[in-house]
């Protein structure tokens, strides 16, 4: 891979498209930018040369087969739920869960509770989530900004646990690789691919965090950085989106108004079952599950995850378009019309997502991931620190790139077999989880990435103000992510140990920060409900004065921390850990 003159510049494009689309708000223009730029370097400085270079490259791009595939399915993705939204089942679904999910602190935790359920694929997590809450956190008041934050930071950490997803199976394969290579053996490591992924999801502390803060900033309703200001926004003014943002997907402008016309449950659950029922199967079909030597775990690792989303989102849009026409919810033309239309929603998506990954290649072809790692790993640092190391390289990685599963790809040869030779082979469940954790905090954070785009889109949020109410999280994630591989080179090698201490300092992160930034900008610290700031219980905001204590006075009063739908989620969630977790143990 060439590495250009002076290599600094292989950062260009990468950087050009994130700088651009955080100043000026223009994601494409942005992306396109950062491409152009990229060829620029690789055509030596000739403008023209760089412009027919870019554009080969975004065809390049669109031809590859996974690519390919991938846009199909989201045009199909984007059919099945216009079905779902114009056949009025949505209106269904707000009077069967109009008494249980009542405010938009109910409407968050129910998108996180829902998140964790669909742990398969994030990409399918992130459609069948977003679709069924959108609208009813709309109506809830709860910002898009929120809702497309519970979607990014549920959906991608819950698919590197697993137990069995597709990220695990690629990422359990580039294991593999390594050993194929005769970098490392199974028997030095003393553990298969799979078993040692297992060995890493305690030490995966981002995204084992970054989950549960979504639970903990919905349930106890305490937000802060621009998050606070999105929340406050759509309490106080009824704004679910700022003045002036442009979400990535409209359904209501692209589609138009839902049918009034026999609204059932049934055009809901059934074009998402479908696509569930419909998307496992064909991983496990096409991974060679059907063969009485392939188990579901290696069927999960070896399917085209592809060609299996592009089945599910047919059979998405298919079961979407005969239930509207069988309940007579829409006849045949407007039916019809919704296909359209539903493709419609998605163009501009699929515009940035193409560009995102042509950013991708051009980075590939100047050399961008190599310019870091070659910086990062020529530091020397003790080898002990190498956890710290590995998670900035990966992060760093992936922010730039956009793409968490190229990060993985570039890094983890580098990591185990320089883990091993320097320590041993007890940090290498260390590095990887530093790794994935790494790969995850860097998409959380970029504009440029692809599942951060899908949150986008899927609830409806503008892209850039997605991200930037995003980042402070992720942040606060990371940085204890980093407090604790601080700890485990100091000594502290027990997970028992780090993932409690992780915890508290995480939830201790989230109360300070909330506490001082609500008192910066004069707001409440437990943010209210829509029906508390009519009935006047709450005299927050910039023109407004208060006590010295009147912050403490409020995270006290008038808030439901305990009812049904926060009770479901937390026994979901330490269930559902707990056994992970078990799983992890039990295979170490």
């Known amino acids: 891979m060439p590495v250009p003159e002076p290599p600094i510049l292989a950062l260009a494009p990468p950087l050009v498209a994130i700088v651009l689309a955080m100043a000026t708000r223009q994601v494409l223009i942005s992306l396109y930018a950062g491409i152009w730029s990229g060829a620029l370097i690789a055509t030596s400085g000739n403008p023209l040369a760089a412009t027919a270079l870019s554009l080969d490259w975004i065809v390049e791009t669109v031809r590859d087969p996974f690519n390919a595939t991938f846009l199909v399915l989201i045009l199909l993705m984007g059919a099945g739920a216009a079905f779902i939204y114009k056949s009025g089942s949505i209106l269904a679904l707000e009077q069967w869960v109009g008494d249980r999910v009542e405010t938009a602190r109910d409407a968050q935790v129910l998108t996180w509770l829902i998140g964790i359920f669909i742990f398969f694929d994030s990409y399918t997590s992130t459609i069948i989530t977003g679709n069924a809450t959108k609208e009813l956190a709309n109506s809830r008041y709860s910002s898009r900004e929120m809702h497309a934050y519970v979607l990014d930071s549920t959906t991608s950490p819950v698919t590197t646990f697993g137990p069995i997803s597709n990220w695990i199976g690629f990422q359990v394969s580039v294991i593999a690789q390594v050993i194929t290579a005769g970098t490392l053996t199974v028997a030095a490591i003393g553990a298969s691919p799979y078993e040692l992924f297992l060995q890493s999801i305690p030490w995966n502390i981002y995204c084992l ?80 599950g059907a063969s009485p030597s392939v188990g579901i775990a290696e069927a999960f690792q070896e399917t085209d995850i592809a060609r299996a989303l592009l089945f599910s989102a047919f059979a998405f849009a298919v079961v979407g378009f005969l239930g509207t026409v069988a309940t007579g919810a829409l006849d045949l033309d407007t039916a019809s019309d919704t296909i359209v239309d539903g493709f419609k929603t998605m163009m501009i998506a699929v515009a940035i997502i193409v560009l995102a990954w042509t950013i991708g290649l051009a980075a590939g072809q100047v050399g961008t991931a190599q310019y870091i790692i070659n910086v990062v790993t020529g530091s020397g640092l003790p080898g002990e620190t190498l956890p710290i190391l590995i998670f900035a390289i990966s992060a760093f990685i992936a922010f730039t790139t956009g793409t968490s599963w190229g990060t993985m790809s570039i890094v983890t040869p580098l990591a185990l077999p320089l883990g091993y030779e320097t320590v041993g082979a007890e940090i290498l469940p260390v590095l990887l989880g530093a790794l994935l954790g790494g790969a995850i905090m860097g998409d959380h954070c970029s504009p440029i990435s692809d599942t951060t785009v899908m949150s986008s889109i899927f609830s409806g949020s503008d892209h ?40 508290v300092v995480t939830a201790g992160a989230v109360f300070v920060l909330n506490t001082i930034d609500a008192r910066r900008k ?67």
Do not use: C
Request: aromatic content about 8%; overall charge negative.
């Open 209 to 288: 965090m970054a989950f549960l803060m979504v639970g903990l900033i919905a349930i106890t309703q305490r937000f802060y950085g621009p998050m606070l200001d999105a929340e406050w926004r759509a309490r106080s003014e009824r704004k679910t989106m700022r003045e002036g943002a442009s979400p990535l997907s409209d359904v209501s402008s692209d589609v138009g108004e839902p049918s009034e016309t026999n609204p059932t449950l049934v055009n809901f659950f059934a074009p998402i079952v479908a696509l569930v029922v419909a998307g496992l199967v064909s991983m496990w079909w096409l991974g060679g």
């Open 464 to 503: 850039i103000d997605h991200v930037n109410t995003q980042i402070p999280f992720a942040l606060t994630a990371g940085g204890v992510a980093v407090v604790m591989y601080t700890l485990y080179a100091l000594g502290i090698t027990s997970p028992a140990v780090i993932l409690p201490t992780a915890l």
């Open 522 to 588: 004069n707001l409440p610290a437990v943010m209210p409900t829509v029906a508390e700031i009519e009935r006047g219980e709450t005299d927050f905001g910039p023109d407004s004065e208060r006590s010295s204590t009147g912050l403490l006075e409020r995270a006290s009063a008038n808030f439901e921390l305990v009812n049904t739908v926060s009770v479901v989620a937390v026994v979901v969630t330490v269930v559902y850990l707990g056994s992970v977790l078990a799983l992890a143990t039990f295979s170490g």
